[in-house]
């Protein structure tokens, strides 16, 4: 189904089917400390069973409901920020525009929910079950097995917003997903069969190892989308932007265009490093696609020339990287923790996902009066673990840290004039 989400996605839908028990909020207050208490092993303490209650608008925020059952409950803008949902039972449950901001739902079963319009950004549904569902009762009368009218089919969230989520390995076959926001979430293992993504934003998602088979992904944005080893037998791409996709095949200059083995490459360049020049060989990445280097840790690289070059995923920890030319590369989830990266020229370049802990970013310092400062102007910084390192004297104008970790880093002297993300001190 094409289109924008419909108005049910704003608006609770008349009950049907069972009738549900409306709960008032202290109601609510005492069953989650219930809830804790069963959870802390207190006596007295009992499990959170709220399957088929009217839930609506209700405040469950930073609450530890995890194990709890909310079976066929009506959520519709309900407050769930920063729950413990781990391993929740929400089968059927109608969770339209709920705030789930950075919740857990860790294994949590949501098969047959409604997440159209919810807020779902930064949570975390690693392993959870979004598979189709249909909630089904006992005739009493005649024993017979009957569908609820309520709910059933597949999880329907159009319009819904994931941006940042953790969504990896979520077994999501068949969810309806059209113009939901997937923006930067990590998609790793997920499966999506048959999923309807149409006009989805996946910009800059990582779907690495996700089965994507049959998947509808129609006028889908996928800009700088990640699908190494990603299965796509039978989807449907057409009307995609894919511009800076990153899949199984080369990105950019294959390795085998280097005229030599990586191997016998990056030898010639720490001679010529440790040599001064003397001995060796600088030896140009620029544009090539270095995936399949293979293990980089702790690896002589100075002077490295590798603009527009893709390192994604390389492991780069503790690797000597003083006055490297790496403007444009894509370093999105390399490991650069303990990296010395001082004077480097990160202009544009993609870090997003990457592991910067105590990385060196601070200025190069060749003589008493003369010093090179690192760039990292229009850098992408998304989600980048920058804690501890040092980014003294750096310049990041323009840069994006939304949602990078800042914490403990040195930012004396940087320059952050228009960076998203962080003000200027």
Request: proline share 2%; hydrophobic share 40%; aromatic share 4%.
């Amino acid at each position: 189904m094409d289109g924008s989400p419909k108005d049910s996605a704003t608006e609770p839908a008349p009950q049907q089917g069972r009738v549900r028990k409306k709960l008032t909020q202290p109601e609510i207050n005492k069953i989650i400390k219930l809830h804790q208490d069963y959870r802390n092993g207190v006596f007295g303490g009992r499990r959170a069973s709220l399957s088929f209650h009217d839930l609506e608008g209700m405040l469950f925020a930073g609450a530890d409901l995890s194990d709890a059952d909310f079976t066929g409950a009506a959520l519709y803008g309900a407050s769930l920020g920063g729950c413990n949902l781990d391993r929740a039972v929400l089968f059927g449950a109608d969770l339209r525009n709920a705030n789930l901001t950075g919740a857990s739902l860790v294994r949590a079963d949501l098969r047959g929910a409604i997440l159209q319009g919810a807020n779902l950004t930064h949570a975390n549904l690693f392993d959870a079950d979004l598979r189709d569902g249909m909630i089904a009762e006992r005739d009493q009368k005649t024993r017979d097995i009957k569908a609820l009218e309520f709910k059933q089919g597949a999880v329907e969230m159009q319009g819904a917003a994931m941006q940042g989520a953790n969504l990896t390995k979520a077994r999501m076959s068949g969810v309806v997903a059209q113009h939901t926001d997937f923006t930067d979430a990590i998609m790793v293992g997920c499966n999506l069969v048959r999923a309807n993504l149409a006009h989805a934003n996946l910009t800059n998602a990582d779907l690495s190892g996700a089965d994507l088979s049959g998947a509808r992904l129609t006028n889908a944005t996928l800009t700088n989308a990640v699908l190494t080893e990603a299965k796509l037998q039978m989807a449907d791409l057409s009307g995609a932007n894919t511009e800076g996709m990153l899949g199984d095949k080369p990105a950019g200059r294959p390795l085998e265009e280097l005229g030599m083995t990586p191997e016998e490459a990056l030898r010639l360049h720490a001679q010529w490093v440790t040599s001064g020049g003397a001995a060796g060989k600088l030896v140009d990445f620029s544009g090539f696609d270095l995936r399949k280097i293979g293990s980089l840790y702790k690896a002589q690289l100075t002077g490295l020339v590798a603009a527009k070059a893709v390192f994604f995923g390389l492991n780069l920890e503790g690797a000597a990287m003083q006055g490297a030319r790496l403007i444009g590369a894509d370093l999105r989830n390399c490991r650069l923790a303990r990296a010395d990266l001082r004077g480097a020229n990160l202009k544009e370049a993609k870090l997003g996902h990457a592991d910067l802990r105590e990385a060196d970013l601070s200025p190069l310092v060749v003589a008493a009066t003369r010093s090179f400062p690192t760039h990292l102007d229009g850098a992408n910084l998304r989600h980048a673990d920058l804690r501890g390192a040092k980014l003294q004297g750096a310049t990041l104008i323009g840069a994006d840290l939304k949602d990078a970790n800042l914490k403990d880093t040195k930012t004396d002297g940087a320059d952050f004039t228009d960076a998203v993300g962080h003000s200027q001190p």
